[in-house]
């Protein structure tokens, strides 16, 4: 049986998925912090939708865990949280090719929302938090952000296999 190869290397997505984890954990001033966009979260899902057989639910564990390390959290809540976004990527990674990339870019914001609201739901479980509709902000930006991520990817893409 033959065995499709995709043109991504894995050092290649790992570089991308460490990038978007500093991108991540950046400090930002207090008042920014919500408008910061789910770079991980829109890495996987791009990783896991352009190269399923080698980005998938393990990734995001690895990288939730990396990622509650160095934030701090209980340890899991993150690793978690991306496994389960790796997981909905594998349900609808059919469907999500054939879309455009409006279409595309409304569905990244109900997955992104999804975890969001899992996430605020295992804050709320773990401690004293308020829940504010503010937390959807990143899913938005992230929406809004992902035409333009897949057209640099895409356009980055093209250049390497060229040159």
């Not at 910061?36 to 990734?59: N, Q, S, T």
């Not at 976004?85 to 879309?99: E, G, H, K, S, T």
Request: charged share 10%; net charge positive.
């Amino acid at each position: 049986m033959a065995r499709t190869t995709t043109s991504a290397s894995l050092p290649w997505i790992w570089l991308t998925m460490l990038l978007a984890l500093c991108l991540q954990v950046m400090p930002l001033a207090d008042g920014w912090q919500i408008w910061r966009p789910d770079w991980l979260g829109l890495m996987l899902i791009y990783w896991c939708m352009k190269a399923p057989e080698r980005v998938g639910v393990f990734h995001g564990f690895v990288l939730g865990i990396l990622l509650d390390l160095i934030e701090g959290v209980p340890l899991g809540q993150n690793a978690l949280l991306l496994s389960l976004l790796a997981f909905l990527c594998a349900l609808v990674y059919p469907r999500f090719r054939a879309y455009s990339l409006l279409q595309q870019a409304v569905l990244i914001l109900v997955l992104l929302g999804t975890i969001q609201l899992v996430e605020q739901w295992l804050r709320t479980l773990l401690g004293p938090f308020s829940i504010h509709l503010s937390f959807l902000l990143p899913s938005v930006i992230g929406a809004i952000l992902w035409p333009w991520l897949t057209t640099l990817f895409r356009a980055f893409r093209r250049r390497t296999a060229k040159g």
